[in-house]
């Protein structure tokens, strides 16, 4: 049974995807990102706030990092997610951002002093040629004689930003609670995020929009990161972590049976194709923190 805890963040997370899509059809990728964490931040302030009065002298040396964080984490990262589903479907979305795992360990190698291993070149290998293969339908060459989609090239860009969100917060270790920076981070984003829902149309958001806020503010971003945090303190963060190798997996079987996406053989060989490079550097990445305890992994929100 304490297994259900990371498989249904999983379910959580896999259908905030599909709320992005539909997302893109209701209320304006601007609005949405800060109703989002508006919403959010009011759920979490009567539990949170005393806590970060409480210890805001521990707190107050991290506001220019956490502030870093929250750009990359959730103003950026989520933005873009919103922005993307205007011109991708949420399959492509789910599969891109399965890159994640990959382009940190990518990052970690300037940034937390770590080597690449055959065993990672080689999943990079297997995991861009699938993404190459799904972008282009079956055509590995195709940005040679076509443009991918926006929604494509933004969602990519996000894999990129928040992989680099994972590895500054792995590299800049505070002494903080998880819920603090969580809070902290959801403060600092809806505050960035205020500018663009004041220049969309949807300042107030409409009686469409109000159902996929609140799965994104209280799903997405207050009960599955609760679990997730849960799952690691119970089962420990490697066994957790595989769990998110399932994401896209979810996201494409609710994006196929709930928006009635279709599903082709070039998302399945390609899906499976960067999965597959996913897991494979992982196994060497894990090898290689055996020795790290289990308590300095921090889960962080996803989008």
């Known amino acids: 049974m304490i297994y259900l805890l990371p498989l249904i963040t999983v379910f959580i997370w896999g259908g905030n995807a599909i709320v992005n899509k539909m997302a893109a059809a209701t209320i304006d990728p601007g609005a949405m990102s800060f109703h989002r964490w508006l919403v959010a931040m009011l759920i979490m302030t009567p539990f949170c706030l005393p806590k970060v009065l409480k210890h805001w002298p521990t707190i107050r040396p991290y506001l220019s990092k ?68 799904m972008l282009g339908k079956g055509d590995v060459m195709f940005i040679f004689h076509q443009a991918p989609t926006q929604g494509d090239v933004l969602m990519v860009i996000t894999a990129v930003v928040y992989a680099a969100y994972c590895v500054l917060l792995k590299k800049w270790k505070m002494p903080l609670s ?30 469409a929009a109000l159902p996929l806020i609140f799965y994104a503010a209280l799903g997405a971003s207050v009960i599955a990161p609760w679990l997730w ?75």
Not at 255 to 264: I, K, N, P, Q, Y
């Open 66 to 133: 956490l502030a870093i964080l929250a750009l990359l984490g959730m103003a950026i990262n989520q933005s873009l997610g919103y922005y993307a589903g205007l011109t991708t479907s949420a399959s492509n979305m789910a599969l891109i951002s399965s890159l994640v795992p990959l382009i940190s360990v990518f990052f970690a190698v300037p940034l937390l002093k770590k080597r690449l291993s055959k065993l990672t070149l080689c999943g990079a290998s297997i995991s861009l040629w699938g993404l190459a293969y």
């Open 178 to 207: 998880n819920w603090t920076l969580i809070y902290m981070q959801g403060f600092f984003a809806m505050v960035m995020l205020a500018p663009l829902c004041l220049l969309s149309d949807d300042i107030i958001p409409s009686n």
């Open 229 to 303: 945090i849960q799952a690691i303190d119970k089962i420990g963060p490697e066994s957790t972590s595989m769990f998110m190798n399932l994401l896209p997996v979810v996201a494409v079987t609710l994006a196929t049976t709930f928006l009635g996406e279709t599903f082709h053989r070039y998302h399945l060989v390609g899906g499976l194709m960067v999965i597959t490079g996913v897991i494979l550097s992982q196994i060497k990445w894990r090898t290689k923190r055996h020795h790290i305890n289990p308590k300095d992994t921090t889960p962080t929100p996803q989008p």
